[in-house]
């Protein structure tokens, strides 16, 4: 096993879509995120390994105008853009664009956490 020291100013642990919108989120203040996930594609249970579909407010169209907004909001809309016909394997791919986007953002994928040390506060975005 290879052991990395990696500083960054906020670690997320756990890149399902909350670690996701979690890492986006806080890279976008301009600090430096460390995003690991213990499997080869983000997205948790609604990546192409689980296929738990993300629907969110409109129920899968029960709701119709109901949307999500933020972060979230913004992976639905380009998944349905990129991805009418709903492949999964294309959601994964537009939850990593989206991870790939961000310049403040470092991407840990098939990645263990055995130790983190924490100390001051995030310097200032």
């Known amino acids: 096993m290879r052991a990395e020291t990696v500083t960054s100013d906020i670690t997320v642990v756990g890149g399902g879509l909350a670690g996701v919108c979690a890492a986006i ?31 969110g407010a409109t129920a899968h169209g029960a709701q119709r105008w109901a949307r999500e907004t933020g972060i979230i ?3 639905i809309l380009e998944n349905q853009y990129r991805n009418p016909e709903g492949n999964p394997h294309y959601w ?23 130790e983190v ?8 975005a």
């Open 73 to 75: 909001g913004e992976l």
């Open 117 to 124: 040390a924490a100390g001051g506060r995030p310097r200032s």
């Open 92 to 114: 994964d791919q537009v939850v990593l664009d989206a991870l790939f986007a961000e310049p403040n953002l470092t991407l840990f994928l098939n990645t263990d956490v055995r």
């Open 25 to 55: 989120a806080a890279a976008r203040l301009g600090l430096r995120v460390a995003l690991v996930h213990n499997r080869p594609v983000p997205g948790g249970n609604s990546s192409s390994e689980v296929r738990v579909w993300v629907c």
